[in-house]
């Protein structure tokens, strides 16, 4: 299975946020949407980082108000690692468990066209299990 069939099946909106907002901003749209990161983007709408719950909360053993005022892109995550529509699910679960990390942003053409988590990936691989196991089944029923 690859990305655009996670991509068919969730749906391809990403929240974004700009670089130069404030931190309390991210903090926003993460609550409001119940999700674990979010898309920085710069003033042309590219990509300029991600910012996941983690990046926040390694910021936060300062002043809280201070940091939530600060702007985005002084906790995101510059360095992007992202990935196409054609990547497999078995090699987005090798780049998140190399790198330790839980969002992949989606590109096509340096466009942002989605982004897939660890919850998104652990899914389908569950359901790749269970289709394998029903063919078996079906098999050996035969």
Excluded: C, F, W
């Excluded at 699910?89 to 982004?115: K, Q």
């Excluded at 394998?132 to 079906?138: S, W």
């Amino acid at each position: 299975m690859q990305v655009e069939h996670i991509l068919q099946s969730k749906g391809r909106t990403v929240h974004t946020v700009e670089a130069g907002a404030p931190l309390s901003e991210a903090v926003r749209v993460l609550n409001s949407h119940k999700i674990g990161a979010v898309v920085v983007v710069d003033a042309k709408g590219k990509v300029a980082g991600i910012l996941s719950e983690r990046d926040i909360v390694r910021h936060l053993d300062g002043d809280p108000v201070k940091v939530l005022a600060s702007p985005v892109r002084s906790a995101m995550t510059a360095k992007v690692i992202s990935t196409g529509t054609g990547a497999s699910v078995s090699e987005l679960m090798e780049v998140m468990t190399r790198h330790r990390i839980r969002h992949i942003p989606v590109l096509d053409n340096g466009n942002l066209v989605g982004i897939v988590s660890i919850g998104d990936v652990v899914k389908r691989k569950i359901e790749e299990a269970e289709q394998e196991a029903m063919a078996l089944k079906e098999y050996i029923a035969s």
